[in-house]
């Protein structure tokens, strides 16, 4: 079975550090290009980070720029979003994604259960 | 930054009927979008890609059409699992941008 189940969210200061994983399982992870997507609560989506298969492309959303950084590990089949310097707007759901990719168009097809990011005092 | 707006916001409609809705692109995306359904507590699904494609498995009642900067997403005869909020996504052009969503509640 396909699969993507992230951890690592949790209650967290403002100005604090957290590191999301997203567990791939089920598909040749290192085939696939991958994001990270939140859902603030009651909210919309919002794009957060991506990264190409080989990582040779990493992409953030301005909110994410300077404070986050994606990563992955093929050995662990591993995606990960290191947040820093997180504020109370960071609060959200934060699901993992892989992309799909092919003449017809591109779309995020397998994503995550999501891992909940509290940030407050 | 491609802004994509949804309409309406919400749209109250009846099992069996049909459900047009629609989303605009702020400059032109091609056919660089895609459509994902949300139920409460779950994450997104997607739905279309590429404006019109069918994601596997997404039964034929739903349909994509559009390009450039107007999309459609159409509902033929809303069954009761087809309640729920649904968004447009563009990737056109970094960043990834999502509409605001459209809820399809029961009437």
């Known amino acids: 079975e396909v699969q993507l189940v992230e951890s690592g969210g949790g209650l967290v200061q403002p100005g604090g550090s957290l590191r999301l994983s997203c567990a791939a399982s089920g598909f040749t992870f290192s085939s696939y290009s991958m994001n990270w997507v939140r859902q603030a609560p009651g909210k919309g989506l919002e794009w957060v980070s991506y990264?190409?298969?080989?990582?040779?492309?990493?992409k953030y959303a301005d909110s994410a720029k300077g404070r986050f950084t994606i990563s992955r590990d093929k050995a662990k089949n591993s995606l990960y979003l290191q947040m820093n310097s997180l504020r109370d707007e960071d609060s959200a759901v934060y699901y993992c994604a892989r992309e799909y990719s092919s003449s017809s168009g591109k779309g995020l097809d397998v994503w995550g259960q999501g891992t909940t990011v509290t940030v407050s005092s | 930054e491609i802004v994509m707006t949804q309409s309406p916001a919400t749209l109250s409609a009846s099992p069996g009927e049909g459900a047009t809705l629609s989303c605009r692109a702020s400059q032109t995306i091609s056919s660089n979008l895609a459509w994902y359904q949300q139920k409460p507590g779950q994450a997104p699904r997607l739905l279309i890609y590429g404006a019109s494609t069918r994601a596997t498995g997404v039964p034929a009642r739903f349909s994509g059409s559009g390009s450039g900067t107007e999309f459609t997403l159409t509902i033929n005869s809303l069954q009761s699992e087809d309640f729920a909020v649904y968004y447009c996504q563009q990737y056109n052009n970094w960043p990834l941008t999502f509409g605001g969503g459209t809820k399809v509640e029961i009437k």
């Open positions: 990264i190409s298969s080989s990582s040779s492309t990493i």
